[in-house]
T-cell receptor, first 112, second 112 residues
Framework: DQQVKQNSPSLSVQEGRISILNCDYT??????FLWYKKYPAEGPTFLISISSIKDKNEDGRFTVFLNKSAKHLSLHIVPSQPGDSAVYFCAAIKNSNYQLIWGAGTKLIIKP | DADVTQTPRNRITKTGKRIMLECSQTKGHDRMYWYRQDPGLGLRLIYYSFDVKDINKGEISDGYSVSRQAQAKFSLSLESAIPNQTALYFC???????????FGPGTRLLVL
């Protein structure tokens, strides 16, 4: 049973516009949610996180929104740049065991 | 220099062979992890270690073993490789009591 789901395998966005990546989860006991970015032939790189007690966290062009009632989070990238083209993974963690549970990833393509 | 290194980066082996994947880190983190990634799936946890004397099974530990030789080194062994262990393998580290994990570049393993 997938506890963290990213239902869009890919997303194409025009350069300069907003990219919105979505993630759903089933376990209400998760304490933190994280977004990672992955380029080909590299390991995932941490991007931004949010605690379950917050509903928004912002870092430069990246903002993560958490809707606990809907068990849904989203990553907004504004404005989108060509270097943002990568696979984005959503992950969740329970503080009790520090094990990350990962979504399958969404491939973001930024078109010039 | 990379903080988390993995060797080898690519490996081809035959069914039944024993192989070892190695991970080293210079981040000074206590915790280390091994994950595998299969196409279309998120990362899945194989084993994790919270310190040199603390080794724990993850979600998919069958067919794998690990050794934490020192705080900075964590190796993954496939005692008798089988084709469905063909995957991308990642090592990661984290600080005690922090949710963010930092990843190595990955090892691409092909079992024929």
């Amino acid at each position: 049973d997938q506890q963290v789901k990213q239902n869009s395998p890919s997303l194409s966005v025009q350069e300069g516009r907003i990219s919105i990546l979505n993630c759903d989860y089933t376990n209400s006991m998760f304490d933190y949610f994280l977004w990672y970015k992955k380029y080909p032939a590299e390991g995932p790189t941490f991007l931004i996180s949010i605690s379950s007690i917050k509903d928004k966290n912002e870092d430069g062009r990246f903002t993560v929104f958490l809707n606990k009632s809907a068990k849904h989070l989203s990553l907004h990238i504004v404005p989108s740049q060509p270097g943002d083209s990568a696979v984005y993974f959503c992950a969740a963690i329970k503080n009790s065991n520090y094990q990350l549970i990962w979504g399958a990833g969404t491939k973001l393509i930024i078109k010039p | 220099d990379a903080d988390v290194t993995q060797t080898p980066r690519n490996r081809i082996t035959k069914t039944g062979k024993r192989i070892m994947l190695e991970c080293s880190q210079t981040k000074g983190h206590d915790r280390m992890y091994w994950y595998r990634q299969d196409p279309g799936l998120g990362l899945r946890l194989i084993y994790y270690s919270f310190d040199v004397k603390d080794i724990n099974k993850g979600e998919i530990s069958d067919g794998y073993s690990v050794s934490r030789q020192a705080q900075a080194k964590f190796s993954l062994s496939l005692e008798s490789a089988i084709p469905n262990q063909t995957a991308l393998y990642f090592c990661a580290t984290s600080k005690r009591s922090q949710e963010t994990q930092y990843f190595g570049p990955g090892t691409r393993l092909l079992v024929l």
